[in-house]
Every structure is written in C-alpha cells, then in structure tokens.
C-alpha cells in the first residue's frame, strides 16, 4: 500500500500526529511519503493507495491554505482516503471541512482522527491552552487510528472505520460550527489585529516571505503584510528576531467573548480539569 500524508502544521502539533500514524502505518507494511502542504505533489495524490489530509484547526474550521488545496487536486475517483487535525479545544467544522472537500472531487473518505494540540495562538486568552498536547497518549490513539485505517483498506471493508469520529461524515450544527461559519477571513481580518513590523527589530532574513501560508508577505525594503493575511499569526509567532507585534486591545475581549473557557466546556471539547 502506498500511502501520501500531507500535513499543515504551523507549531508542530500536527506534524507529531502526522508523524505517528506515517510510523504506524509503515510498521503495517505500507510505503509512507509524508509532506508538508507546501510541498505537495499532485502526481504523488494520484498515484497514492491511500491519502492522508491533516491541519490544525483555525477559527473552529480548516484553515484557507488547506481549503485552497483541497479545491485545486483532480478527480480522486474513490481512492481511499483519510482526515485529521489537532484543535485547543473548539474543533467546529475541521474534520467535515476536509472530508467534505475531499468527497466532491469523489475520494472515498474512510475516517476522521481528531486530538488536543496546544495553542499557540497570541490572543492573551488562548495561548497556551491545552499545555504540552498532543502528549504520548494521544499519539498513541493516533497511532491505533492508522491501524484501523490499514486494517479497514486491506480486508477491503466498506464504509468508515469505527475509530472515526463522527463529525467527519456529518457536521454537529453545534455552536463552533456556526462560529466557523461566520469567520470568513474577512471578518478575521476586521476583528483580529494585523500584525506590525519593528523595522529597528527585522534583519530583513525573509524567513516571513518564505514561511507565511498565503504568500501574503512581500519584501519591499522590509517584509510588508497584504491583504491575504488570513491573521494565522505564524510570522509573529516565529519570527527569528521577533520583530512583529500585536496590540491586543480589544480584540481580546472579541476572541474571549466565543473561545472563552466555559464557551469551550460547554460547546467544545475543553474538560473540566483541563
């Protein structure tokens, strides 16, 4: 079995989980390529057995650069697919939004994976909740989930795995799916603060231009954020320099006032000792 795994992951939580089911499935016996979205072929989908599709998740919802992807591929014509993604607590619509996609250029989606992943989003209310995740428990469930997966394709079974959640195959309609709804990146843009440049600070290394998922950072005489930025705060947040800054008043209190802790225990998945 042939297997193409592409991952987006900003802060690595997604890539330990696309590490883990590549190590379990190639421990099954498959041939396991794994890639960064970036660097994803088209050729390599079609020829894959099996494709493996995973993100963080982004406002309770799969970020735009893995949307756009998704859009771009050819017929997949009932080849074997699967999904998963790492959330800090409000998944939404993450694992529809990939399985749906996937099902209207006619993949076979076969099963969902979803795990706690810490949050490195700035917003003083979200960074670093869910503290240390995916941890090895998770891991290992994502490593027992690309079992079932192999399991499922090579006795040739029909339908999804039963480790699959179930929002894959239908959204919850839940409060974080309409939030996911309604968070266009245009009205990200309107809410959430852009990020600003220290020039005194920026070295002019480029690694913004290289690494920002829209390729909406530019380089005049110093890097310069369009108007794709999709506030994913990934050059803020891995600056070499740390020349970006962003002035959280108020749009704290907007992000607080959906991903507070109770909104997350309540609609999420955020437990009561977490």
């Not at 959204?171 to 005194?200: C, H, M, Q, T």
């Not at 999709?230 to 803020?236: K, L, P, T």
Request: glycine share 6%; net charge positive; charged share 20%.
């Amino acid at each position: 079995m042939k297997v193409y795994l592409i991952y987006f992951s900003q802060t690595n939580n997604t890539r330990s989980v696309a590490e883990a089911i590549a190590e379990s499935l190639e421990q099954q016996g498959a041939v396991t390529q794994m890639v960064p979205l970036k660097k994803a072929n088209e050729l390599e989908v079609i020829d894959a057995d099996l494709l493996g599709i995973g993100t963080a998740c982004f406002s309770s919802q799969a970020p735009t650069p893995v949307k756009r992807f998704l859009k771009t591929l050819p017929r997949l014509d009932q080849k074997k697919a699967s999904v998963f993604a790492t959330s800090g607590s409000a998944p939404g619509r993450v694992l529809y939004d990939l399985a749906h996609l996937l099902r209207r250029k006619g993949a076979d989606v076969i099963g969902g994976f979803l795990t706690y992943g810490e949050v490195h989003h700035p917003a003083p209310c979200l960074l670093g909740r869910m503290a240390n995740r995916p941890d090895t428990q998770d891991l290992a469930q994502a490593r027992r989930f690309a079992e079932a997966v192999f399991e499922h394709i090579a006795k040739g079974r029909p339908g999804v795995v039963a480790a699959s959640r179930p929002e894959t195959d239908h959204p919850k309609w839940g409060f974080y799916d309409f939030v996911a709804l309604i968070s266009s990146d245009s009205v990200l843009r309107l809410l959430l603060p852009k990020p600003r440049l220290n020039e005194n600070q920026c070295k002019q290394c480029q690694w913004c231009v290289s690494e920002c998922p829209m390729n909406a950072i530019v380089m005049d005489a110093y890097p310069r954020i369009g108007d794709q930025c999709i506030r994913c705060y990934h050059c803020f947040n891995g600056c070499p320099q740390k020349a970006f800054q962003v002035n959280w008043v108020p749009s704290n209190l907007v992000v607080s006032l959906f991903y507070n802790k109770t909104f997350a225990r309540w609609f999420g998945e955020l437990k009561p000792d977490s």
